[in-house]
C-alpha cells in the first residue's frame, strides 16, 4: 500500500511519461497527434454513410451515437490491452530507475485517457453540430469518465502483474474484446427490449459506455450508474489484491 500511495504521489512523473508515450507515436510527422482525430473522423463518418445509404436519414441521432462510443470502445479497447502489457514494456525503466512498480501501471491508464481526450475532439464537434445546447444532464458524463478512468485503474493493477506471468493474457483479452465489440452497442443501437435482456445487463463494458454516452446523448440510465459505479470499485479493490500478493515476483517475471 505504501507503494501504491508512493506511485499515485509520483503522478508527474506517469503523467511525463504517457505524454511522451503520445508524443514518441507521432514524432517527425507533420500533422502530429491530429492523426488521431482524422483517423476518428474517418471512421466515424464511413460507418455513418454505410447506415445512412442502408436504412436511409431517418435516425438524425445515429451520427452523434457514433461520435461519441467508437472513442469510448477505443478507449475501453486501450484500458485492457495496454494494462495487459504495461509492465512488459516498461522493463527497461524499472532495471534503469528507481520507480514506484505502481508508476509503469499508472502510465498506461494516462497513455489511454490521452489518446482518447484527442478522439474525443471530433466527439465535440459532432454533438455541438447535431445536439441542442449543453444542459445540466449533459455535465454527468465528467463524472461517468471517472468512473471508467477509475475502472482502467483497477484493470492496469490487476492485469498489469498477472500478464507479466501468464504470457497468454494479452492475446486472449484483445480476443476477448473482438468478441465484446460485436456484443457491446458501439455501432447498433438497442431495441427497449434488448436493453434489458441479460446480454447487456451483465455486460460491464456497456455501463460504462453508457455512463459517458448517455448523458451526452440527453439520457441517464440509472441502472448502468450503479452497475458501472460497483464494477469500477470492485476492479480496483481486487486490483489492489492483486498488486500487493504478486509485488515480489513482479521483477523476476518481467
Known amino acids: 500500500m505504501d507503494e501504491l500511495i508512493a506511485?499515485?504521489?509520483?503522478?508527474?512523473?506517469?503523467?511525463?511519461?504517457?505524454?511522451d508515450d503520445v508524443a514518441g507515436k507521432y514524432r517527425r510527422t507533420v500533422l502530429g497527434p491530429l492523426w488521431l482525430v482524422m483517423i476518428q473522423a474517418g471512421f466515424i463518418s464511413g460507418l455513418w454513410l454505410?447506415?445512412?445509404?442502408?436504412?436511409?436519414?431517418?435516425?438524425?441521432?445515429?451520427l452523434a451515437y457514433l461520435a461519441v462510443g467508437l472513442p469510448l470502445?477505443?478507449?475501453?479497447?486501450?484500458?485492457?490491452?495496454?494494462?495487459?502489457?504495461?509492465?512488459?514494456?516498461?522493463?527497461?525503466?524499472?532495471?534503469?530507475?528507481?520507480?514506484p512498480m505502481a508508476v509503469h501501471l499508472f502510465r498506461s491508464v494516462a497513455t489511454s485517457v490521452l489518446i482518447f481526450a484527442h478522439s474525443f475532439v471530433v466527439s465535440i464537434i459532432v454533438l455541438l453540430a447535431t445536439r441542442e445546447p449543453l444542459t445540466l444532464t449533459t455535465l454527468l458524463f465528467v463524472p461517468g469518465l471517472v468512473i471508467?478512468?477509475?475502472?482502467?485503474?483497477?484493470?492496469?493493477?490487476?492485469?498489469?502483474p498477472l500478464a507479466a506471468r501468464f504470457r497468454d493474457?494479452?492475446?486472449?483479452?484483445?480476443?476477448?474484446?473482438n468478441l465484446m465489440f460485436v456484443l457491446t452497442p458501439v455501432f447498433w443501437i438497442p431495441t427497449p427490449e434488448l436493453r434489458?435482456?441479460?446480454?447487456?445487463?451483465?455486460?460491464?463494458?456497456?455501463?460504462?459506455?453508457?455512463?459517458?454516452?448517455?448523458?451526452?446523448?440527453g439520457h441517464v440510465d440509472p441502472v448502468s450508474w450503479t452497475v458501472a459505479s460497483l464494477t469500477a470499485v470492485a476492479t480496483l479493490v481486487i486490483g489492489i489484491v492483486v498488486f500487493i500478493r504478486t509485488r515480489p515476483q513482479i521483477t523476476f517475471w518481467i
Not at 470502445?73 to 509492465?87: F, G, H, I, R
Not at 493474457?169 to 474484446?177: D, H, R, S, T, Y
Open 7 to 19: 506511485s499515485l504521489k509520483a503522478w508527474r512523473t506517469w503523467f511525463a511519461i504517457a505524454m
Open 50 to 62: 454505410l447506415h445512412r445509404n442502408i436504412y436511409g436519414a431517418g435516425e438524425d441521432n445515429f
Open 73 to 99: 470502445w477505443s478507449l475501453l479497447t486501450m484500458l485492457v490491452a495496454d494494462s495487459c502489457d504495461s509492465l512488459l514494456k516498461a522493463r527497461g525503466l524499472i532495471d534503469s530507475y528507481p520507480l
Open 148 to 160: 471508467v478512468i477509475v475502472f482502467g485503474f483497477g484493470l492496469a493493477l490487476t492485469l498489469g
Open 169 to 177: 493474457l494479452l492475446p486472449a483479452a484483445q480476443a476477448g474484446m
Open 196 to 217: 434489458t435482456s441479460p446480454l447487456l445487463q451483465l455486460n460491464p463494458f456497456y455501463h460504462m459506455m453508457e455512463v459517458v454516452r448517455g448523458p451526452l446523448l
